[in-house]
């Protein structure tokens, strides 16, 4: 469970073979808004196909979507920010990732 919420905070584990109604999922992000940040006509028809599909079909580099989706996974976040327990559980998966890349402490 605790690995699991720590991925969900990170927007970098979003990958080229993730689909939105995943990303949506982990990221509690409706599925609107991500569809809406790739401006990508038909996408929306396409639920099971992974960004890298859909960055194929848009002749579009897949990096560009998998930015486009973090960014408006970021903006929505910043719209809706946790209340109660979820600002506890912030708190703490971003101590959590501040060890895991600085280190813990040492006596």
Do not use: C
Not at 65 to 71: F, H, P, T, V
Not at 81 to 98: A, F, H, K, T, Y
Request: glycine share 6%; no cysteine; proline share 7%.
């Amino acid at each position: 469970q605790q690995q699991s919420v720590v991925a969900t905070a990170d927007i970098r584990t979003i990958d080229s073979g993730m689909t939105i109604p995943a990303i949506s999922q982990r990221y509690h992000v409706p599925e609107s808004d991500l569809y809406g940040s790739l401006r990508l006509k038909g996408a929306r028809l396409l639920p099971q196909t992974p960004l890298l599909g859909l960055a194929a079909r848009a002749h579009r580099p897949v990096t560009n979507l998998i930015r486009n989706i973090q960014i408006a996974i970021l903006v929505y976040q910043d719209l809706h920010p946790p209340q109660g327990e979820e600002v506890l559980s912030r708190l703490l998966i971003m101590l959590i990732n501040w060890f895991q890349q600085y280190g813990y402490p040492v006596q």
